[in-house]
């Protein structure tokens, strides 16, 4: 079936996921606001990706951290300077463009003059035809704000644009407290702000998101080399599936996560064939990035990115270093243990090896020896792979996946379409309907709202006590519950009830009693 994002969202709207934010004043263009469906979807998501990412693991902490921060931060990290997209504006209507975008949508590629870029010949604004269009301009997307009562520039911030920068911040704090040695990664999901240019395609680019982020920070592969007198490669054919090895070099590593995250998207509910990797050129790479990869979900507007995952070698880190002024360097007892088993001999014979590598890449030599005398001593700052996905786009990949709509013909013959969200159960808003067969029998009714009391503890439920049973089913099917309860006359003598499943449509009889442990079952992701 052909997905209609028009369809999705009127839905969305319809029956409480996704609103227009501040709609009652027209609305605020790139923001949304989740409803009381879409605010449970989006705790499930940010709940599931918090287990697998961090509670089912040994190797991976928590943060929660301010969305305002020390301007510096982004002095640090590059956003104050370079975190800019190319705009131009229309010079008869006004309108705004993404200089890429704009460029994209006519066929053709932005110039790149040096530092500058330049509009190809032939582009025209989309909405009015005109060709008189300024060049591009950078444009940086931080929202500013100012601390405090006096509005200069001592009091300027910003509102953080990814979430990842507070844990390089807070790396010294949770390396002191956390009691983790490298390998080892810190989580950290919450709202990010981005001033879009041309927020679009619904939630898709909006100007306050959602982000879950992980840091995870490993040895660099010469500490790693002599550690364990090898660093094992993607050549080597190391097995993803299993444990971490302490042998893996970065680009094993960067592989491991993106093997991680392929495998929670599917577990999600997200099938294999609509997930695409996009691997980045050398020529997109960051200059300090080693690998980047965009895993890509075939929304009804195009394959787009759900998530990047970089390795980012000591970029960060020695960033925050340089900026704040503080080490931001481990002590690794193991490397320290290894280098003092070396003969003066291996070391000289290692630090040459690496010089020269250093030196092939084009890095300083002085500060190779500096590093590797470093090393020797078992310190040095973790290098980081960082899978960053957007809890937004996530949310609304599932919507898209998980609208159907199905053609039933009944017993007469009458045709019908069901309309029905096949969330996997885990992430669905609502796990559970109950519904008493009929509202004006006090008897059956108390039955059924106690058991719902019941399992309101559980999970979160859904009351429903009007129209038809049929009806009610395809009320629940439409926003993606996967349990409906039925409480009837026979619930009354034998404390039996009927549950309807959402996808099969099939109904089985089962005990109170059971009701628990039959739902629980399907909930793991
Ligand atoms: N720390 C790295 C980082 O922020 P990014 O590729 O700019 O990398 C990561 O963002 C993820 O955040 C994206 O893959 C996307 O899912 C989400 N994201 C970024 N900008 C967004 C926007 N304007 N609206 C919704 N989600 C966005």
Redesign the pocket.
């Known amino acids: 079936m052909e997905k209609n994002l028009e369809i999705i969202s009127s839905l969305c709207k319809r029956r409480g996921f996704i609103f227009p934010s501040s709609e009652i004043y027209g609305g605020i263009n790139g923001f949304w606001d989740y409803g009381p469906l879409g605010s449970e979807l989006k705790r499930n998501i940010r709940d599931a990706w918090w287990h697998f990412m961090v509670q089912w693991r040994n190797d991976v902490v928590g943060l929660d951290a301010t969305i305002i921060m020390h301007p510096r931060v982004w002095e640090a990290s590059g956003h104050a300077a370079g975190f800019a997209d190319p705009m131009v504006d229309c010079k008869d209507c006004k309108k705004r463009y993404r200089a890429d975008q704009l460029c994209e949508e006519q066929g053709k590629q932005l110039i790149r003059d040096g530092k500058n870029l330049l509009l190809p010949e032939g582009v025209v604004c989309t909405e009015c035809g005109s060709k008189n269009l300024t060049q591009p301009r950078s444009f940086n997307l931080m929202f500013k704000t100012y601390v405090g009562p006096v509005e200069d520039d001592s009091a300027a911030a910003y509102l953080r644009p990814?979430t990842?920068q507070a844990i390089f911040a807070e790396f010294l704090n949770i390396v002191a407290t956390a009691r983790k040695q490298v390998p080892f990664g810190v989580a950290q999901s919450g709202k990010s702000f981005?001033n879009?240019v041309n927020p679009r395609n619904y939630t898709?680019?909006?100007r306050e998101?959602e982000?879950m982020?992980l840091e995870f920070f490993i040895r660099p592969d010469e500490a790693v080399e002599l550690i364990c007198g090898k660093v094992t490669t993607l050549a080597d054919n190391p097995d993803l599936t299993g444990e971490p090895q302490e042998d893996w070099g970065w680009e094993v590593w960067h592989r491991y996560w993106v093997e991680q995250r392929l495998t929670w998207y599917r577990l999600a509910g997200l099938p294999q064939e609509d997930l695409h990797l996009y691997w980045q050129t050398k020529d997109e790479l960051a200059h300090y990035a080693r690998a980047c990869v965009d895993i890509e979900y075939a929304f009804p507007f195009g394959v787009q990115?759900?998530?990047?995952i970089a390795a980012r070698s000591d970029f960060d880190l020695t960033q925050h270093q340089k900026y704040s002024g503080k080490s931001m360097q481990v002590q690794d007892d193991r490397l320290r243990l290894a280098c003092e088993a070396m003969t003066p001999e291996a070391k000289e014979a290692f630090k040459a090896k690496v010089i020269a590598d250093w030196r092939a890449r084009g890095k300083d030599a002085l500060e190779a020896a500096q590093f590797v005398e470093d090393l020797f001593l078992g310190r040095y700052i973790p290098h980081v792979i960082?899978p960053?996905?957007?809890t937004?786009?996530l949310a609304l990949a599932l919507l898209c996946n998980a609208y159907d709509e199905e053609h039933l013909t009944d017993a007469k013959g009458k045709e019908d379409i069901r309309t029905v969200l096949r969330f996997a159960p885990a992430l669905a808003p609502v796990k559970v309907a109950v519904l008493p067969l009929v509202k004006n029998k006090p008897e059956l009714r108390d039955k059924a709202w106690k058991l719902y009391a019941d399992l309101r503890r559980h999970w979160k439920c859904a009351w429903d006590e009007t129209g038809a049973i049929g009806r009610r089913y395809r009320r629940q099917d439409e926003v993606g519950t996967p349990f409906c309860v039925t409480v009837d006359f026979d619930t009354l003598e034998n404390d039996t009830v009927t549950i309807r499943l959402r996808d099969s449509m099939e109904q089985i009889r089962l005990p109170i009693s059971e009701i628990v442990s039959y739902v629980d079952k399907s909930l793991t992701l």
Do not use: I, P
Not at 305 to 308: I, P, Q, S, W
């Open positions: 990814e990842a981005r879009e898709f680019r909006s998101f982000q982020e990115e759900l998530e990047g960082e960053s996905a957007g937004d786009r």
